[in-house]
């Protein structure tokens, strides 16, 4: 019974295909399946966007049928996307993704006879370094700004501990509930990460240290009149999990405050630690496993900008890049190694 309920859909989509509401119904019924997936908000927010920019790219070209892209109507797609200027490599990428995915499922769902999409080529994506990268004293500054002789510092002051410690993003951070944080062994689980992978990660004793406070003395108070709630980080005004705008606005007045010039998100803790741990010797697969990413090439950019970061240390601290001494300018000619003999000699 419960198969020809899922397989109803498919056959009204087949048949409805070039109805006016047909691309739309295909749409719901694709993020439906992205949900039974466990996708995040964040790809189904991207997909959606990007297959209503394609669904306004067809009415353009007077198709209303989905069956009725062709590869080349792909093709047009992607020119004209990178003939608008209005988008990266990358976002280009995901726009084309989003298609691409849309096809292979209406191609397994058996609502197509032949996929457009099928092996459609994607453009390759930059492998762009981290735009903000913060240094160990600039990171301690941002640590230690939360006020811990008040309850709402003492959350504060956990968040960014944990952020700093475990590299996790910001959605994981506001998703975590009291269950997943083992503050005896100083393990945090992490549920339906990226591309819906749990994960275990070492928080530092650090971390362990300021949840464990905040458990004790802060998240009761905040909880009082929500004790079935489960949610690690809470709300101080009604206990509610707290919202991942207020934890970005937070970042942002804790940066300010200690005078930091560089642009601050919840984000930068993520690449700052992996950055740090990189330049101190950790194995990269260490870092990979911490991260949550599925292909080490990812977590190798913050070997490079672990390069950019000793450098520029290198250069404010070396006391050499400090001396008044003048650096000879090069002088023209063949160069007189110290084992050549003059031949005019």
């Known amino acids: 019974m419960q198969a020809t309920e899922q397989q109803a859909p498919v056959k009204n989509l087949a048949e409805n295909a070039g109805t006016p509401c047909a691309r739309e119904e295909a749409l719901n019924v694709f993020r439906d399946h992205l949900k039974v997936l466990k996708r995040s908000p964040a790809t189904l927010a991207g997909y959606t966007d990007g297959l209503k920019l394609f669904f306004a790219f067809l009415d353009q070209k007077g198709i209303r049928d989905f069956r009725a892209v062709r590869r080349a109507d792909i093709q047009a797609y992607q020119a004209a996307l990178v003939a608008s200027g209005r988008y990266a490599t990358n976002t280009i990428h995901v726009r084309l993704r989003a298609v691409r995915r849309f096809y292979e499922y209406l191609d397994r769902a058996g609502?197509?006879?032949?996929n457009p999409a099928l092996g459609f080529p994607l453009p390759k994506l930059e492998n762009r370094l981290p735009r903000t990268v913060l240094t160990l004293g600039e990171m301690r500054r941002l640590l230690n700004a939360p006020d811990t002789s008040t309850l709402a510092g003492i959350r504060d002051k956990a968040m960014l501990e944990v952020f700093y410690s475990t590299a996790i993003r910001l959605g994981e951070l506001c998703a975590l509930s009291i269950y997943d944080v083992d503050v005896n062994g100083g393990f945090l689980r992490?549920?339906?990460?990226?591309?819906a992978k749990d994960r275990v990660v070492p928080m530092g004793h650090?971390?362990?240290?300021?949840?464990?406070?905040?458990?004790?003395?802060?998240?009761g108070q905040f909880t009082k009149n929500r004790r079935d709630e489960r949610t690690l980080f809470v709300g101080k005004q009604w206990g509610t999990p707290i919202n991942p705008q207020i934890v970005g606005i937070l970042v942002r007045q804790y940066a300010k405050k200690t005078g930091l010039k560089k642009r601050v998100t919840p984000h930068v803790f993520r690449h700052t630690c992996a950055t740090h741990l990189m330049a101190d010797g950790a194995d990269?697969?260490?870092?990979?496993?911490?991260?949550?990413?599925?292909?080490?090439?990812?977590?190798?950019?913050?070997?490079?900008?672990?390069?950019?970061?000793?450098?520029?240390t290198?250069?404010?601290?070396?006391?050499?890049?400090?001396?008044?001494?003048?650096?000879?300018?090069s002088v023209a000619g063949p160069f007189k190694g110290p084992y050549k003999k003059d031949p005019a000699s």
């Not at 992490?190 to 591309?195: A, F, T, W």
């Not at 290198?314 to 300018?329: F, I, L, N, Y």
């Open 111 to 114: 609502k197509i006879l032949i």
């Open 190 to 195: 992490v549920h339906s990460g990226k591309g």
């Open 314 to 329: 290198h250069r404010k601290t070396h006391p050499r890049e400090h001396d008044a001494e003048p650096v000879p300018s």
């Open 206 to 219: 650090k971390a362990t240290q300021y949840v464990k406070e905040y458990l004790r003395h802060v998240r």
């Open 284 to 312: 990269v697969v260490h870092v990979q496993r911490l991260l949550g990413h599925s292909c080490i090439s990812t977590t190798q950019i913050y070997t490079r900008v672990a390069a950019r970061e000793v450098k520029q």
